[in-house]
């Protein structure tokens, strides 16, 4: 394994990311779980601000039917 | 003047152009009546709900950006909220930060594109796989079985052979 870098940089700010937009729902998948809820910060590794923007871009994305609410639906 | 973003959903009882034309007609048309500026759309066409929305599975999507006054934003809501062909829209303001819009629509498209493409090669792929394996099999499988049971008949005759051959025995 190669060895691990010594402070892990949030993938947002790496690509200089101003904004995140609720209509990638491409990217806005990667932060969810198993169980479609919003990954924590510890697991994502995104910066404090990123992360903010991350899980309102997510909620919307809910709302507009583009992202699921729960991996199961009766 | 505010800068204002709006993703509409239409519903699915229209064909693509009455949607794109009701589009039109219910969002930029009002908009442009209470003089605002249209800066930027996007008819993404029809794509399918993560969830079940009012019974439907998909619906038409359309995303615009355009300035107005705060003041009659209040009567767009009011308005799109009684339209029965939006069936859910998304009103957010837009920040300095994202001055250049993406069209999504395209990159849908390119991305539909590219996986029609992959999934056809991932095909033609294994249809080659299987006919290389088959010549394969044809190759080594036939010859060996046949050269393995004329060695044995052949060992076995030889054996015959020497015994009859034999002085020793009196038959």
Redesign the interface.
């Known amino acids: 394994m190669p060895p691990r870098p010594k402070k892990f940089i949030c993938t947002f700010c790496r690509n200089d990311v101003?904004?995140i937009?609720?209509?990638?729902a491409?990217v806005l998948a990667q932060y969810i779980t198993y169980y479609r809820s919003i990954q924590s910060r510890f697991h994502t590794g995104v910066c404090l601000k990123h992360q903010r923007q991350l899980s309102t871009a997510v909620k919307?994305a809910?709302?507009?039917?583009?992202?699921?609410?729960v991996r199961y639906?009766k | 003047m505010k800068k204002y973003e709006v993703?509409a959903?239409l519903a699915n009882d229209l064909n693509e152009a009455d949607a794109a034309a009701q589009a039109k007609k219910s969002i930029l048309d009002r908009v442009t009546e209470l003089d605002g500026k249209i800066t930027f759309e996007d008819f993404w066409g029809a794509k399918g709900?993560?969830?079940?929305?009012h019974g439907e599975k998909w619906?038409y999507?359309f995303?615009t950006q355009f300035e107005i006054d705060p003041n009659k934003i209040t009567e767009l809501e009011r308005e799109w909220n009684i339209d029965k062909k939006l069936v859910?829209f998304?009103l957010?303001t837009v920040?300095g930060?994202?001055e250049n819009p993406?069209k999504?629509s395209e990159l849908l498209e390119n991305?539909a594109a590219s996986k029609k493409e992959a999934e056809i090669a991932a095909v033609e792929a294994k249809a080659t796989l299987t006919a290389k394996r088959a010549a394969v099999k044809k190759e080594t499988a036939a010859p060996a079985k046949t050269e393995k049971t004329e060695e044995k008949k052949d060992s076995v005759d030889r054996k015959f052979d020497a015994i009859l051959d034999d002085a020793s025995l009196d038959l």
């Open positions: 101003k904004e937009d609720y209509k990638n491409a919307r809910r709302f507009m039917g583009l992202l699921p609410f639906e | 993703m959903i709900f993560a969830y079940k929305i619906g999507y995303v859910r998304l957010t920040t930060k994202l993406v999504y991305q």
